[in-house]
């Protein structure tokens, strides 16, 4: 945090904040050595009651499920007042259609956001569509049409993160 951060900082959203990114108890440790520069204590109370409701949109089954899929760790233990099992299911689910998606192409080192970027240009170029609203298709359409049906059956089948 910067020092006008700790200055304006209502430590109840910045709990809500820290929740719902997966961050640890520990994580206020951080915010304290920080603010210790300008002498904001954080407010213990008020962060530990905003985390706790961010990590109501962090523990969900599709989170866990995005995390697995986008090849991020899951410390299920932040969760620990949630269904860990359907949380731990959802992850692996994810992390199954990251390796799978592995086997289909070569991985480069790329962000998922230059990844999408770089497949919508790609999807535009081919269709001729400056939108893909417009033509009722995707640059995620075209590219799973290329998909073996096996692959695409087996995804749906054993990959659904909300069961």
Known sequence: MSKNECLAANWED???RDGADGRPEEYLIQHSKACAKV???PDRGAWSHGREQGLDRFCVPYRAYQLGENGYGFDVAICRNYDQDRLFSAYEKGRDVNRLGG???PSTARSPASTTASMTRT??????????????NSPTSEMTRNVPSKTLAYVRATCNPHG
């Open 39 to 41: 002498n904001i204590v």
């Open 103 to 105: 086997q289909l192409a």
């Open 14 to 16: 910045v709990g809500i």
């Open 123 to 136: 999807w535009r170029r081919r269709s001729g569509s400056r939108s893909a609203s417009a033509s009722g």
